[in-house]
């Protein structure tokens, strides 16, 4: 689901090249790569929208941010994602999700004791 880019025009005027600039930003080519396509699957994935967060009731925010959580996972699994990859799709997501302790401590720990 690509969206309407407002900012073309904008672009065009530049006087600058957008693209070196959003690389700079980046720190490098390899992380601005990464952190487009994980852009771009969070955007196109249907579960991942956020157009309904704030008509919500808490229970079903916690609902449906465990369920886009798990469903985060899932793709980290099914597209082998390194952890560069994970933390920038999880990034993406942005939800208020509840397994942040788990994202923190214990996948590093794992990630440092096994990898």
Request: proline share 3%; charged share 35%.
């Amino acid at each position: 689901m690509e969206g309407v880019d407002y900012l073309v025009d904008e672009r065009r005027k530049a006087e600058f090249d957008v693209d070196s600039m959003k690389i700079v930003w980046a720190g490098s080519k390899q992380v601005f790569d990464v952190v487009d396509r994980m852009s771009k699957l969070v955007a196109a994935d249907p579960v991942f929208r956020k157009d309904d967060r704030t008509m919500l009731s808490r229970k079903d925010l916690f609902t449906t941010s465990l369920k886009k959580s798990a469903h985060a996972f899932k793709r980290m699994n099914e597209l082998n994602l390194t952890y560069e990859e994970a933390t920038e799709l999880r990034f993406f997501v942005d939800e208020p999700t509840y397994t942040d302790l788990h994202w923190v401590y214990i996948i590093p720990l794992i990630d440092v004791v096994y990898c």
